[in-house]
């Protein structure tokens, strides 16, 4: 088994370290560094998917078995990431909530994150298993579902309704991230980014990129979704994602009370002792945080993100 062979194993945790205690090394002392280096330790199996993800990514982009227009949707998505990873990082030069470098701690380990930890993969492996299951599977589930409307619906509906249902779990899920301590483990990953911008989206640990992509998309595209609907509202959700974690000072108003922001984000990554915590869960939609009373947003934006499990002196 490739995982378990012994030069990969010992090659592994030193590209991954250095990454991680590059960025750390750079503006922090020896301490912090190394209890950064020891909070990265404990999600060291996230190494793991980047091996098993890039050559599935790569088949997955070149090989197009999944009856769309594969090759080209990777190359526009590809182009988004792009176009919106560079629009952001220069609105956050002009406009930032906190100053800091473009070059900020853990930025090389969130570049290592952005090219494993993509949405897209998970609604591909959907529309990829759903392609794959005979007809014979598939029609009877549909019918007893009574859901065969769907797959006569546009593109646009599907998407809006997919991408409604599919925030309302996470929502939920993430909650349960945050409420759960065994479910914790796996979260705090994603918060243990110090300084965030609209890179940090990518920082997950690999067992909620398999929840929140393949488990929720494989049951979308089987229930009929289209493959172009789970392909754009993984595009839609990656988008905002992107917005609600740049290290922006904006506000939009009454937008607020629908779409996940960064004013509204900032505040889900406040660290412990700067304020309370468990509030602002919106992935894509923030009115579920408005309509179950964890919405949280006072005037000024948070002065410290993070953990106390990365205590970096700051
Ligand atoms: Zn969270
Ligand atoms: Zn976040």
Redesign the pocket.
């Known amino acids: 088994m490739p995982l378990q062979s012994p030069t990969l194993r010992s090659a592994v945790p030193e590209v991954f370290f250095s990454l991680g205690s590059f960025s750390a090394a750079s503006s922090t002392s020896i301490e912090a560094h190394s209890e950064y280096s020891k909070c990265l330790a404990s999600n060291s199996l996230d190494i793991h998917i980047v091996f098993f993800l890039f050559p599935l990514h790569s088949i997955l982009a070149f090989q197009s078995p999944l009856g769309l227009k594969q090759g080209r949707l990777m190359f526009s998505y590809s182009i988004f990431l792009l176009f919106s990873g560079l629009a952001l990082s220069l609105a956050e030069r002009f406009w930032p909530r906190t100053p800091q470098p473009l070059v900020r701690r853990g930025f090389f380990l969130d570049l290592l994150y952005l090219f494993f930890n993509a949405e897209v993969v998970g609604a591909l492996v959907a529309i990829w298993i759903t392609n794959n299951l005979p007809a014979s599977v598939i029609l009877p589930f549909r019918e007893t579902l009574q859901l065969g409307w769907l797959a006569q619906q546009s593109v646009a509906i599907q998407t809006l309704v997919l991408l409604l249902v599919k925030d309302f779990i996470q929502w939920n899920v993430h909650h349960l991230m945050h409420l759960v301590p065994a479910l914790w483990q796996f979260h705090k990953t994603?918060?243990s980014?110090v300084d965030?911008d609209w890179l940090?989206?990518w920082r997950f640990h690999w067992i909620e990129i398999v929840v929140y992509q393949v488990v929720l998309y494989v049951p979308a595209t089987l229930l009929g979704f289209s493959s172009e609907a789970a392909f754009g509202c993984a595009v839609i959700s990656t988008a905002f994602?992107h917005f609600?974690?740049a290290n922006l000072r904006i506000h939009i108003g009454f937008f607020k009370y629908i779409f996940n922001s960064p004013e509204l984000?900032a505040w889900?990554?406040v660290h412990p002792d700067y304020g309370p915590q468990h509030r602002n869960f919106a992935i894509t939609f923030s009115f579920w945080d408005w309509l179950f009373h964890t919405a949280y947003l006072p005037a000024e934006p948070p002065k410290r993100l993070g953990i106390r499990e990365v205590e970096i002196s700051l």
């Open positions: 994603h918060h980014t965030m940090s989206n994602g609600a974690h984000h889900h990554h």
